[in-house]
């Protein structure tokens, strides 16, 4: 994947999962579109998240633990948690593919952590494992 074609990119609200709905589309040739709010706010975010990843048909699964994170992964990334998991970007090459409002950055996990200290990763099972 080619992290600098994303960041040139400028992406529409919500930023970071339009983002990852391009990275599958463009490199996976998978859709996950499935994210509506009409509220930009990031409890609504969140709430949004919960339903395109953890109740979709999109087959996301949780990456747990002793399973570390792989390149595709979607990385679900909170402040606080009164807040939730509010903002997301993509697993590549131990760093973080995400969209701002002002662009999108590839960002090392360990800086990641500083501002977002609650991480989920979640991968997309494949299709004969959804339908199995």
């Known amino acids: 994947m080619d992290v600098s074609r994303y960041m040139a990119t400028q992406y529409p609200?919500?930023?970071?999962w339009t983002l990852v709905a391009d990275v599958y589309a463009r490199e996976l040739g998978q859709g996950v579109n499935d994210y509506r709010t009409i509220n930009p706010s990031a409890r609504a975010i969140a709430a949004a998240f919960r339903l395109a990843l953890h109740k979709?048909?999109?087959g996301f699964e949780p990456v747990t633990a002793p399973a570390a994170p792989a390149d595709f992964d979607v990385v679900l990334?909170?402040?606080?948690?009164?807040?939730?998991?509010?903002?997301?970007?993509v697993y590549w090459r131990g760093g973080v593919l995400h969209a701002?409002?002002?662009g999108?950055?590839?960002q090392d996990l360990a800086s990641l952590r500083d501002t977002y200290p609650l991480i989920e990763y979640w991968?997309?099972?494949?299709?004969?494992?959804v339908t199995a």
């Open 77 to 89: 990334l909170g402040k606080a948690p009164s807040l939730g998991l509010h903002h997301c970007g």
């Open 56 to 58: 979709s048909a999109h």
């Open 104 to 106: 999108a950055v590839y």
């Open 123 to 129: 991968r997309k099972a494949m299709v004969s494992e």
């Open 100 to 102: 701002l409002e002002t």
């Open 13 to 16: 609200a919500p930023p970071c």
